[in-house]
């Protein structure tokens, strides 16, 4: 099994930065990818970036030319950098691991943006 561990989260102002981890463990792979999606109070989740084994990384559009996704296979941890933070932004932010049998997810760290 994997083991996700998100931190870095926290209250920002509107127009700052931040930037999250995603800490995996275990003696399983994250062979398919590694995605961060968001989800705000009484809204669906949502896709927020990924990147795959192949190397193709993609972002939603709402994301897109503000939000990094980066990864660290030495120390297996997963980077999410947020610039330019808007108050829609503000949400749980949770990591998948994705495996060929499964998908692993943490349990989401809070980041909040206020204007």
């Known amino acids: 099994q994997a083991q996700m561990v998100e931190s870095g989260g926290g209250s920002v102002q509107a127009g700052g930065s931040l930037r999250i981890s995603c800490a995996t463990s275990g003696d399983t792979r994250c062979d398919v990818d590694m995605t961060w999606f968001r989800q705000a109070p009484g809204k669906t989740r949502e896709f927020v970036s990924g990147f795959r084994r192949d190397g193709f990384i993609s972002y939603a559009d709402s994301v897109q030319d503000r939000f990094t996704i980066s990864h660290d296979n030495s120390k297996s941890t997963m980077y999410l950098e947020m610039n330019t933070l808007k108050p829609e932004d503000t949400a749980m932010y949770i990591c998948?691991?994705?495996?060929?049998?499964?998908?692993?997810w943490g349990q989401g760290i809070q980041v909040t943006v206020s204007s």
């Open positions: 998948k691991c994705g495996t060929y049998g499964h998908n692993y």
